[in-house]
């Protein structure tokens, strides 16, 4: 080339605009970064930088930043900048793009931070194939903290807590996190890159560029791992440091592409668009015209109504829904109403109860200690209840024999076959209705159409509502053959 | 800022204040065109600086530098052609190493 | 507005949706298990976000990263998960973020039992994570307060941009109660200090991280006059028969209801009994004990747990009147029976001391 033809020099490599021209959160030297001399953060900060630039979406960019040497990723970044807690930065990525699809949220993680504190984060981010970009910087150390060994220090590498140099017998082995998130299915697309010499340096700018277009395409979870450099912490000149990344790093970490599924990948489905405002408490179920209309007046019966009742079985006997089909017809005549279940591993097998109040007064407490009818679906329920019962109340056992032990003068029994009885009219698990309608006799004041309306509610299959109704008629009727006069 | 006009196809500019002489540009520069300066800086860093001749404006030696603006890599515009050179992203310039 | 019988844990996720809240990060536990259920069905009718998270850690985290985002958001979980919570709780203070958290509380120390306790009181009242900061806690007694104080809790995150624990036990979960609701649902909004990926938030920074031992002070100056303001403007508590009550019953959640009842019994033996009930547990409604305490003889506190809820009770009366103490731990409840039982004899006791000197108390008083 002819130097006389050279008019002029114009820019073509400089200062990204997606930084800040000068670093005003960084509170002293606002004109350079923190990093020590020959640190691998500042160049691979320029590629994110650079592929921002080049993508256009700086208004767009969310940049998660990490705990580590890079924490201060916004004093650099013109995006919008997040600080996440160490490791946590893909679950505060996961939650700011899923709300925010339209944002482009790139995580930005050291190997201390992301391979041992934030392993089960990056994990399941990536599982769950978050169309977010994570750039990882692996140095093999803990180089803010002073040195001390990481999930990916090399094996003989030294540092402040392995003095004599890593051993795989006690320390494990090197953790090779691209090879393992590529084991995945949910990432489109994983490089380990490095800082080695300028064909690496070529080659992760390349990858970086790549991982934020695949986001800005929608195809899904990307990361890039970075073989990077801490000349302070590995005690070497920015220059051998370099070297060590290519002669020594890339021995145990070699680089490569272990995951690229951006030609399967299709965009990914945004947020169903929101309903609108009025539709919410429809979608919901909570809204007033979809919903039953109380009594509005209570009858002199219904006033008198105040129970205390406690239902007790084994798992499966319908124990919950005999009193939440009390509860629900109390609401529907007008009362103030309480259902409180037994919960826990107890409720998928083993003794099953629940305390149910009726009142028309407010209900003060839900918990039925001492109660007026104690529904008792075997024996080992009534055993555990029957003294409880309050004086001049009722027991409904289900069973023949009545435990001549368990009698008291003070309270009222009405113990029959209530399994035998509801098999015979069609299914033994019609047992709890039976006993149900043998209580609707004690509780005379509850009307039939509020019955109704609550079996019709919680019941959904017309088998079983029939089957119900039957058993609650048959209860009926049982009570009325044993005390007439009740 | 050290600028020599020369008229080569490339020019460095490396702001002194911003550069900590790492020495990562001097070793990644394909024609060998940046030195070590000999005094320190205000902060008391070695820095580099152009030597002055040789640059091709590849940009090699931007993206190994750690600073975002320590190196600035301008281009010869052609009187002849009028236009700058196409834009070396760093990417193409690895053909250099 | 019609009222239908729900459980306290589904009111809460309704109740959020209307309030505005549109993500739910959550990790089943039970007790609280119902809850990240209910969202999971919820939220995305509502064009929500829900997201069955690995941990709680990340959990709660994802609020972190939702409530950066500007939306109103919310987890829940129980002890053993709120402990694992604490990190991110801190930070989110600390970054003064918004978001509502639900514990319904279990049986502990370790894995305990899946029993209702109160024994998470300490961790969420005091704030189990580090540094000066607070939570404010709300406790709902039944099932409509669970849908009405949840509401109220995204309003207080966000007034004070600060989270906000709705701390219930078990049994306020999992029982069912007629419960209304607002028929207006509140538009999302998007706060202006969000980061929100857009050209008009790009300049906005979320981080709790203040290198300058300074900022760090003023930062921390800044969360404790916001604090001061939340313990002027939104302690509550519902007295319930105090006038003129000498015997006060004090309890929080189901224990609240217990309390209720037996005030009622023992009214109707003559005894002079009343339930002062926090509703905040931070701020902790000191000037409603204050005032209580002019006529009262003798707090009673009653808790599912050893002993943590007395703490503030104490400090609120600063020793001016005698604070007594029934609690039962690993899942049992003070029985209606107990705690009448320890009325009466208090009662009894009461009647054969003369009445204290209330006037000499009024100064303490009003130093507290």
């Known amino acids: 080339m002819s130097s006389e033809l050279v008019q002029d020099y114009t820019v073509v490599q400089g200062r990204a605009k997606s930084f800040y021209e000068r670093f005003e959160r960084k509170p002293e030297l606002q004109h350079q970064t923190h990093f020590c001399p020959g640190c691998g953060h500042g160049i691979v900060h320029k590629m994110l930088a650079r592929a921002i630039d080049e993508l256009g979406i700086q208004d767009k960019t969310i940049l998660v930043g990490p705990v580590g040497c890079s924490v201060f990723t916004y004093y650099y970044f013109d995006v919008g900048n997040v600080q996440a807690a160490h490791g946590r930065a893909p679950a505060v990525a996961t939650a700011m793009k899923r709300s925010?699809?339209?944002?482009?949220?790139?995580?930005?993680?050291?190997?201390?931070?992301?391979?041992?504190?934030?392993?089960?984060?990056?994990?399941?981010?990536?599982?769950?194939?978050?169309?977010?970009?994570?750039?990882?910087?692996?140095?093999?150390?803990?180089?803010?903290?002073?040195?001390?060994?990481?999930?990916?220090?090399?094996?003989?590498?030294k540092?402040?807590?392995?003095?004599?140099?890593?051993?795989?017998?006690?320390?494990?082995?090197?953790?090779?996190?691209?090879?393992?998130?590529?084991?995945?299915?949910?990432?489109?697309?994983?490089?380990?890159?490095?800082?080695?010499?300028?064909?690496?340096?070529?080659?992760?700018?390349?990858?970086?560029?790549r991982a934020v277009e695949n986001q800005v395409k929608g195809l899904g979870f990307s990361l890039i791992e970075v073989l990077s450099t801490?000349?302070?912490?590995?005690?070497?000149?920015?220059?051998?440091?370099?070297?060590?990344?290519?002669?020594?790093?890339?021995?145990?970490?070699?680089?490569?592409?272990?995951?690229?599924?951006?030609?399967?990948?299709?965009?990914?489905?945004?947020?169903?668009?929101?309903?609108?405002?009025?539709?919410?408490?429809?979608?919901?179920?909570?809204?007033?015209?979809?919903?039953?209309?109380?009594?509005?007046?209570?009858?002199?019966?219904?006033?008198?109504?105040?129970?205390?009742?406690?239902?007790?079985?084994?798992?499966?006997?319908?124990v919950l829904l005999l009193g939440e089909v009390l509860a629900e017809a109390g609401l529907d005549a007008g009362l103030e109403v309480s259902w409180l279940p037994s919960y826990g591993p107890e409720m998928r097998s083993g003794t099953s109860n629940c305390h149910v109040r009726l009142s028309s007064q407010t209900i003060d407490s839900p918990l039925v200690t001492s109660p007026g009818i104690l529904v008792a679906m075997n024996e080992p329920s009534l055993r555990k209840f029957d003294k409880s019962v309050r004086p001049g109340g009722w027991?409904?056992?289900?069973?023949?024999e009545f435990p001549p032990d368990c009698v008291r003068e003070d309270v009222r029994v009405l113990a029959l076959p209530f399994t035998q009885v509801a098999h015979d009219l069609g299914d033994a698990r019609a047992c709890n209705m039976v006993m149900l309608g043998a209580l609707l006799e004690i509780a005379k004041g509850l009307p039939q159409a509020s019955i109704d309306a609550a079996l019709g509610r919680l019941i959904k299959n017309t088998k079983w509502l029939a089957l119900d109704e039957r058993a609650l008629t048959r209860g009926r009727e049982l009570f009325r053959g044993s005390f007439p006069e009740v | 800022m050290t600028e020599t006009p020369q008229k080569d196809r490339g020019l460095l500019r490396i702001d002194v204040d911003e550069c900590k002489g790492c020495g990562l540009c001097i070793e990644a520069c394909p024609p060998k065109a940046i030195d070590m300066s000999e005094h320190l800086n205000h902060y008391g860093y070695r820095t580099a600086v152009y030597a002055g001749a040789g640059c091709t404006g590849c940009g090699i030696c931007f993206m190994a530098c750690p600073e975002p603006g320590a190196i600035t890599v301008l281009r010869a515009v052609m009187a002849t052609a009028g236009v700058v050179p196409a834009m070396n992203t760093g990417i193409e310039g690895a053909a250099h190493a | 507005m019609r009222k239908q019988l729900m459980k306290g844990n589904e009111a809460i996720v309704k109740s959020a949706i209307l309030a505005g809240c549109r993500a739910f990060y959550g990790y089943p536990i039970t007790p609280a298990s119902e809850i990240t259920e209910a969202a999971a069905e919820y939220m995305p009718r509502a064009g929500g976000v829900f997201v069955q998270a690995e941990s709680e850690v990340a959990a709660i985290n994802m609020l972190y990263g939702g409530a950066s985002a500007g939306v109103r958001c919310m987890t829940a979980s129980s002890g053993p998960g709120i402990s694992l919570m604490q990190e991110g709780v801190s930070y989110m203070a600390g970054a003064e973020l918004p978001c509502v958290i639900a514990d319904i509380t279990r049986g502990g120390p370790g894995l305990g039992n899946i029993a209702a306790e109160q024994s998470d009181y300490h961790q969420v009242v005091k704030g189990g994570g580090h540094g000066n900061y607070r939570t404010i806690v709300l406790a709902p007694h039944s099932v409509q307060e669970m849908a009405d104080l949840t509401a109220l809790a995204f309003d207080l995150a966000d007034r004070y941009r600060n989270p906000v624990v709705v701390l219930a036990d078990g049994f306020i979960g999992q029982m069912m109660e007629p419960v209304e609701f607002s028929q207006s649902a509140v538009a999302p909004h998007l706060p202006d200090w969000a980061v929100a990926g857009t050209a008009a938030s790009r300049g906005?920074?979320?981080?709790?991280?203040?290198?300058?031992?300074?900022?760090?002070?003023?930062?921390?100056?800044?969360?404790?006059?916001?604090?001061?303001?939340?313990?002027?403007?939104?302690?509550?508590?519902?007295?319930?028969?105090?006038?003129?009550?000498?015997?006060?019953?004090?309890?929080?959640?189901?224990?609240?209801?217990?309390?209720?009842?037996?005030?009622?019994?023992?009214?109707?033996?003559?005894?002079?009994?009343?339930?002062?009930?926090?509703?905040?547990?931070?701020?902790?409604?000191?000037?409603?004990?204050?005032?209580?305490?002019?006529?009262?003889?003798?707090?009673?506190?009653?808790?599912?747990?050893?002993?943590?809820?007395?703490?503030?009770?104490?400090?609120?009366?600063?020793?001016?009147?005698?604070?007594?103490?029934?609690?039962?731990?690993?899942?049992?409840?003070?029985?209606?029976?107990?705690?009448?039982?320890?009325?009466?004899?208090?009662?009894?006791?009461?009647?054969?001391?003369?009445?204290?000197?209330?006037?000499?108390?009024e100064e303490r008083l009003a130093n507290v």
């Open chain 1, 100 to 157: 925010r699809p339209e944002s482009i949220v790139i995580g930005y993680q050291g190997d201390g931070d992301l391979s041992a504190i934030g392993a089960a984060e990056i994990l399941h981010a990536a599982n769950r194939g978050e169309n977010i970009t994570v750039i990882f910087v692996n140095n093999a150390i803990y180089s803010m903290t002073g040195g001390q060994a990481a999930p990916t220090t090399l094996i003989g590498q």
């Open chain 1, 159 to 209: 540092s402040t807590t392995t003095p004599e140099g890593r051993r795989s017998l006690t320390e494990g082995y090197p953790m090779h996190v691209s090879e393992l998130l590529a084991t995945l299915q949910g990432p489109v697309y994983i490089e380990r890159v490095g800082l080695g010499d300028n064909k690496q340096i070529a080659q992760a700018n390349r990858a970086v560029r």
């Open chain 1, 230 to 318: 801490c000349p302070t912490i590995w005690k070497m000149s920015a220059v051998d440091a370099q070297h060590w990344v290519r002669d020594v790093m890339e021995q145990t970490f070699p680089l490569g592409v272990f995951c690229d599924r951006t030609k399967e990948a299709r965009p990914r489905r945004e947020l169903e668009a929101a309903p609108s405002l009025d539709r919410i408490p429809g979608l919901l179920g909570v809204a007033d015209q979809e919903l039953p209309e109380a009594a509005a007046t209570l009858s002199e019966a219904v006033q008198a109504i105040d129970l205390h009742v406690r239902v007790a079985g084994f798992g499966g006997q319908g």
């Open chain 1, 395 to 400: 027991v409904i056992y289900n069973g023949e």
């Open chain 3, 204 to 361: 906005n920074l979320i981080t709790s991280l203040f290198m300058d031992i300074d900022d760090l002070e003023a930062h921390n100056r800044n969360l404790e006059q916001k604090y001061r303001c939340a313990e002027q403007l939104e302690a509550r508590a519902e007295e319930w028969q105090t006038d003129g009550a000498e015997i006060v019953l004090v309890g929080y959640g189901i224990v609240g209801r217990i309390l209720k009842a037996v005030t009622a019994e023992a009214r109707a033996d003559g005894i002079n009994a009343g339930v002062l009930r926090p509703i905040t547990l931070y701020p902790f409604p000191k000037s409603s004990f204050q005032r209580v305490a002019e006529r009262a003889r003798v707090f009673v506190v009653v808790e599912m747990s050893n002993g943590q809820l007395i703490e503030d009770v104490r400090l609120a009366l600063n020793g001016i009147r005698p604070v007594e103490f029934l609690g039962r731990a690993g899942g049992n409840v003070p029985s209606h029976e107990e705690v009448l039982g320890l009325v009466r004899d208090l009662a009894r006791k009461l009647s054969q001391q003369s009445e204290p000197a209330i006037e000499q108390d």
